[in-house]
């Protein structure tokens, strides 16, 4: 089992920042991706970015290359998501999942095995 508890999420004008952070713990080491997924109210759950545990590398979504940078702290088996440039499209609610299946579906909920609570984001214009 792995636990996921996300923390960082709030309220911000259009053009703001906000750091999303998520600590793991358990079986950290059977982790392949760590991603953040959003979902926003009466749309589908989708990825906003994935990185591989161990090598690091990442994956991003169109909407959200050049200006979100996901990254990890494996000592501190701590997933982050830096958001820049925000605007209210990106308003949803944000959450951490681990995979530990290493095939290519990083992009799929459904790859994934463990889920934080999620974290609230709210863009104003």
């Known amino acids: 089992q792995v636990q996921l508890v996300e923390s960082g999420g709030g309220s911000v004008q259009a053009g703001g920042s906000l750091r999303l952070s998520c600590a793991a713990s358990?079986?950290?080491?059977?982790?392949?991706?760590m991603a953040w997924f959003r979902q926003a109210p009466g749309k589908e759950r989708e990825l906003v970015s994935a990185?591989?545990?161990?090598?690091?590398?990442?994956y991003y979504a169109e909407s959200v290359k050049g200006r979100f940078t996901i990254s990890r702290d494996v000592a501190r088996n701590t997933l982050y998501l830096q958001m820049n440039s925000l605007n209210p499209k990106d308003t949803a609610a944000y959450y951490c999942?681990?995979?530990?299946?290493?095939?290519?579906?990083?992009?799929?909920?459904?790859?994934?095995?463990?889920w934080g609570q999620g974290t609230q984001v709210t863009v104003s214009s």
């Open positions: 999942a681990a995979a530990s299946d290493s095939s290519y579906y990083y992009y799929r909920p459904g790859q994934y095995d463990y």
């Open positions: 358990g079986r950290t080491l059977s982790v392949y991706y």
């Open positions: 990185i591989t545990w161990n090598i690091g590398a990442t």
